[in-house]
């Protein structure tokens, strides 16, 4: 029996980082590191438990698994505590992938009742970031 895709439970968000980061290394794909745009003074100081636990950094792979933390879309179960798999991740025609963050990420979430998007066997949602 293998508890490889089994829920686990940490003690801190130290350990959850650790886990997170060996199984991103694992995949042996290419991790884009994702650096928060912080508004506001003192945005980018602010504790992630101020940030509604949002981190400014997160590390990201296709085929990387991510859970949704708010409410998108309930009817079509998009809610927070949703799972997902990372499809993609897209910039527009003039952006520098290097440089910048990705216009929209591609993630079949595993709940996901809505419209397929065309060209993939799975449904799909893009998931821009956020501009508040």
Request: aromatic share 10%.
């Amino acid at each position: 029996m293998s508890f490889d895709n089994a829920l686990r439970l940490y003690f801190t968000k130290d350990e959850v980082y650790t886990r997170n980061i060996r199984c991103l290394t694992a995949r042996n794909l290419p991790v884009k590191v994702l650096t928060a745009i912080n508004q506001g003074l003192g945005a980018e100081k602010a504790s992630d438990d101020d940030a509604e636990n949002l981190s400014n950094v997160i590390h990201l792979c296709i085929g990387a698994r991510v859970m949704l933390t708010a409410n998108l879309w309930t009817e079509i179960g998009l809610v927070n505590g949703s799972i997902g798999t990372v499809i993609d991740l897209v910039w527009g025609l003039e952006m520098d992938p290097f440089s910048s963050l990705p216009l929209a990420i591609l993630i079949a979430f595993d709940s996901y009742s809505g419209l397929v998007f065309i060209g993939y066997n799975a449904s799909i949602v893009l998931v821009f970031k956020n501009q508040s």
